[in-house]
């Protein structure tokens, strides 16, 4: 449900975060493929140091919040599929939160506590993350139990919750068990929530279509507002201010913004060139929804109209775009993809004389030298097999040319970088594109790029 006010207004959403019997049917999902002498011993993510006693924003590791929804530091989960008894009760999961402090409260925001979190979170128990060693440490010691786990998280600071949450389990148990990959250790469970994270649920679409949504608004700005002499940091401000006012808690990553010389640079982030006339534009931008994240690229010409060279190159990639969307079907191999955006990439650019030939893969790599698609969700890269195609499997297709001012290139193409990234769902029929309120066809761009200009 959306409502605005005005015809100006912003997209205001009163949809809560996923529901708790969402998160409640994963931790089941995960119980249910599990032998029932395991257990299951998952932390949240550390609080990151920025300097002095300033912290960045928090943000959950993405298993954890798929698993609870729950957002705090200093939390940790024990599921067990064969059930624990604990004060006098038979559960098999026990959240683990910090507890409720008035004083902390004042400076850092209300905590859920155990009560509240069992209520809005609808774990069987939740326990102050207090007693954390005390519950598991005994559960280790009788030496009857398959522990799994994730890749312990780097950067943890000494002296906090998680540091000591950590020690508890490494310090008492096999340390064979914690080997990542080893039986028993992080490979079964990673493979596990790979596979179950890579199919999204109705509850989870709603969320990364909000995402998306919001994130073509922010091109449709862009294109309608930017002019040459605009540094690319106010584009980026211009981006991010979009995301805030249509209801997106950050972005899912760095917003790219790369200007004539930096739309050559892939993961180009300083944003401090100023534009100029005849410059191409990669913004490549995601808005993050209650840890769902967007990612799509558009290449504008900052002019408001592509150069005769720019429109070859645009065109040419849009052309592989659309082949690498076609071959984006259940059952084809993940890659198909961009064995299909290769080759468009690899016959346009032999007829441009910028490769030798078509079968010159390694011209090719010189001008498209990454991948055409990963799998999109809680992480801008998220997790997925890399397998044959599923439906309900959302991934990106991105293909782009890059060609920087060197001595071998005709300088007519020289900084003339394109990038053009949808979010796409894989189904049983053809590919639905998610992106598509972020224009994307070239005379389209133009159009509406000269509706303010």
Known sequence: MLWAQGADAPVRYDEDYLSAEFHRSR???????????????????????????????????????????????????????????????????????????????????????????????GVQL??????????????????????YHLAFPDGVPDGSVLRDQLRALIDNVDPAALAVGGAGGAGPLRGLLDDMRAIKSDEEMTALQRAIDITGEAHREVMQQVKAGWAEYEIEALIEYTFKRNGSEQPGFNSIVGSGENSTILHYMSNRRVTEEGDVIVVDIGAEVHGYSADVTRTIPVSGTYSPEQRTIYELVYRAQEAGIQATRAGNPFFASNSETSRVLAEGLAALGLISSANDQVGLRRFFMHGTSHYLGLDVHDAGSYGPLRAGEVVTIEPGIYIPAAEDIDPKWWNIGVRIEDDVLVTDGDPVILSGGALRQIDEVEALMRVIS
């Not at 519950?135 to 398959?146: D, E, K, M, N």
Request: cysteine-free.
């Open 126 to 147: 939740a326990l102050d993350a207090t007693r954390f060693r005390d519950v598991l440490i005994p559960l280790l010691q009788t030496g009857q139990h398959s522990v």
């Open 27 to 121: 931790r089941t999902a995960v119980m249910e493929q599990l032998p029932s002498n395991s257990l299951v011993v998952l932390f949240g993510a550390p609080v990151r140091n920025r300097n002095g006693d300033m912290d960045y924003e928090y943000r959950q590791a993405s298993d954890f919040l798929y698993l609870t929804g729950s957002e705090e530091p200093g939390s940790a989960m024990i599921l067990a599929p064969g059930g624990l008894d604990v004060d006098g009760a038979r559960v098999h999961e026990i959240l683990f939160v910090p507890p409720r402090d008035p004083s902390r409260e004042v400076w850092d925001g209300r905590r859920f506590g155990t009560q509240r979190a069992m209520q809005r979170l």
